[in-house]
């Protein structure tokens, strides 16, 4: 089954520990990008990638690193988490090579930082 | 820059009501459109696109057709149904690969 698989689903964790947000997808797609979702906000995009060893920053960046070391990983690092980041978080994916291709997204992942 | 505005709800509708959620956006060029669905505890699904002016997406009896000239990507349903509810997001892809999402609609549907 094609899917994009973030792990963990939630964590309430503490300001300043360092903390990482995996993501992977099955569909060897070379696009992949993490969005936050906050309420009155929508989705806005923190960084993306499009294909290994190639990742650049979205709308919301500052506070987040990505890598892109395989094509099937993308993981979301999060340094010194501060409480400002308590967020909805989604990855995304998809083929390129054709513009019209629609995103593909994990269920999301919530994070509490206390 | 790109930007997209759409009706932020919440939409209370009685089953089998007629649905209509606004989107417009500011892009420049031909962007592709979007509508996202999430449904309570999920990730987003694509619910339907178009691509070029006067394209008419339609998925599970919503449509959306895309209208240049007034900047918009109205989506619509003929008749509703309890499990449509969710919150549902329009987006635009532009020149680069990200989307820009608008804030989402939270439409709540009464049996």
């Known amino acids: 089954e094609a899917q994009v698989t973030q792990n963990p689903r939630y964590l309430i964790t503490v300001t300043g520990k360092k903390l990482t947000v995996t993501c992977s997808q099955n569909m060897n797609h070379e696009y992949m990008s993490w969005y936050r979702q906050d309420p009155g906000l929508g989705l806005r995009q923190i960084y993306y990638?499009?294909?290994?060893?190639?990742?650049d920053k979205g709308d919301v960046p500052e506070g987040y690193k990505v890598s892109r070391k395989e094509k099937r990983n993308f993981p979301l690092i999060l340094e010194s988490p501060s409480p400002n980041q308590t967020s909805l978080y989604f990855c995304?994916?998809?083929?390129?090579?054709?513009?019209?291709?629609?995103?593909?997204f994990g269920d999301g992942t919530r994070l509490s930082i206390l | 820059g790109n930007s997209v505005t759409q009706m932020e709800g919440p939409v209370t509708l009685s089953e089998e009501a007629f649905l209509t959620i606004n989107c417009t956006y500011t892009?420049?060029?031909?962007?592709?459109l979007f509508w996202y669905v999430q449904y309570p505890g999920e990730g987003l699904q694509l619910l339907l696109k178009?691509?070029?002016?006067?394209d008419k997406g339609s998925n599970k009896g919503f449509e959306a057709t895309y209208r240049k000239e007034t900047t918009s990507f109205h989506l619509e349903k003929g008749s509703v149904q309890v499990s449509d509810s969710a919150v549902y997001f329009c987006?635009?892809?532009?020149?680069?690969?990200?989307?820009?999402f608008g804030k989402g609609t939270h439409l709540i549907i009464q049996p």
């Open positions: 178009a691509t070029k002016a006067d």
């Open positions: 990638s499009m294909n290994v060893e190639v990742t």
């Open positions: 892009a420049t060029g031909y962007p592709s």
């Open positions: 995304a994916s998809r083929r390129t090579g054709d513009s019209n291709q629609p995103q593909h």
């Open positions: 987006a635009l892809r532009g020149g680069a690969d990200g989307l820009t």
